[in-house]
């Protein structure tokens, strides 16, 4: 009668295992457009910790590690906004908006160097196949637009 029951568990927890594993990406869309919804409520934290469960599901997913650190860098919390921003660009080496996102943190930060090099990868940076055109576009003419400021800033500076 034990042996019987072990197989019944061993059985079900198989069968859970299965359809766990079928359901992951579904599970992670869903969480996915459920941090889209936090967004647009401005419920940072609550996005925040739908995108870690979206990342729970496909850790391979860099628009939602994009997203997860620009929660951090909205929630003020920007060592775990870098630290995302670097995943993400390992991740996916053409990633054009974890380049100016990470610039605009080093910027603020006063490091004008690290911005410079990091505006220019976003410049130079193909297009990845994880954003659109528009936003391609949108991200490499706001690393151009950067890059002039900084340069007249410091024409006016006299640096």
Same mark, same amino acid.
């Given at each position: 009668?034990?042996?019987?029951?072990?197989?019944? $568990?061993?059985?079900?927890?198989?069968?859970? @295992?299965?359809?766990?594993? /079928? +359901?992951?990406?579904?599970?992670?869309? &869903? +969480?996915?457009?459920?941090?889209?919804?936090?967004? #647009?409520?401005?419920?940072?934290?609550?996005?925040?910790?739908?995108?870690?469960?979206? +990342?729970?599901? *496909?850790?391979?997913?860099?628009?939602?590690?994009?997203?997860?650190? %620009? =929660?951090? !860098?909205? +929630?003020?919390?920007?060592? !775990?906004?870098?630290?995302? $921003?670097?995943? /993400?660009?390992?991740?996916?080496?053409? #990633?054009?908006?974890?380049?100016?996102? &990470?610039?605009?943190?080093?910027?603020?930060?006063?490091? @004008?160097?690290? /911005?410079?090099?990091?505006?220019?990868?976003?410049? *130079? =940076?193909?297009?990845?196949?994880?954003? @659109?055109?528009?936003?391609? !576009?949108?991200?490499?003419?706001?690393?151009? %637009?950067?890059?002039?400021?900084?340069?007249?800033? #410091?024409?006016?500076?006299?640096?």
């Amino acid at each position: 009668m034990a042996i019987g029951r072990i197989r019944n $568990y061993i059985i079900t927890a198989i069968f859970i @295992t299965a359809a766990f594993a /079928a +359901l992951r990406p579904q599970i992670a869309y &869903l +969480l996915y457009r459920r941090s889209g919804d936090y967004i #647009n409520s401005s419920l940072i934290a609550d996005a925040a910790r739908s995108y870690r469960k979206t +990342l729970f599901f *496909n850790g391979k997913d860099v628009d939602s590690r994009n997203w997860l650190a %620009h =929660c951090y !860098k909205m +929630l003020g919390y920007k060592d !775990k906004a870098v630290a995302e $921003y670097k995943t /993400a660009i390992a991740q996916d080496p053409d #990633n054009v908006t974890a380049y100016f996102d &990470l610039g605009i943190i080093r910027r603020s930060e006063g490091d @004008t160097g690290s /911005a410079r090099e990091l505006f220019n990868k976003a410049l *130079n =940076c193909g297009k990845s196949a994880n954003i @659109t055109d528009e936003d391609y !576009k949108f991200y490499t003419r706001s690393a151009r %637009h950067m890059l002039r400021i900084m340069d007249k800033y #410091n024409e006016a500076s006299g640096r």
